[in-house]
């Protein structure tokens, strides 16, 4: 069983990825690879002066691998509740989860198939959200929205950022206090 299960290694997912692996929570990131941000062109990203959206993917999910999160191409068609956790159903196999984040950019179409619920959207043209509270919990125990589909700003340093949010919140769920991660320069 998995602590965590990511679904989208887009700028919030492997930023969740990155926070839940790195705290040594065992981590799963299910990936379709068709991320909006695949096409963008990005000179609006602190810590950084320019990169393409490809290149920006690829770092992000190299970042979670470093600390140990699994990646998988695979497009998830299901998420179930049991009784101890949830079942995450892809076109390549089920997994197991205690918690699962949703961070699948523009795409909501798993709401209806596992009854989570949606509102409308705010950004132009993001037409429904995961209806999410602040911290990023969705109507079902123990699934998490972040990102564009939580109804933040497209923006990849804004979805990036939300999806440390919801991973932190998460990590700090699990850990049953609050969690928080600084490293210190090393000499």
Known sequence: ???????????????????????????????????????????????VLEITGPDLIDIGKKQAEKFGAEIKNEQVETVETKQDGLIVKTDGGSYEAKHVILATGVLTDLAEKIGLKTKDGTEPRIKKIFDVDPNGKTNIDGIWAAGTAAGVSVHTIITAGDGAKVAINVISELNGERYVDHDLLKN
């Not at 990825?17 to 963008?40: C, E």
């Open 1 to 47: 069983m998995y602590d965590v299960i990511i679904v989208g290694a887009g700028p919030a997912g492997a930023s969740a990825a990155l926070f839940t692996a790195k705290a040594g929570k065992k981590t799963l990131v299910l990936d379709h690879d068709k991320s909006m941000t695949k096409r963008a062109w990005i000179e609006n990203h602190y810590g």
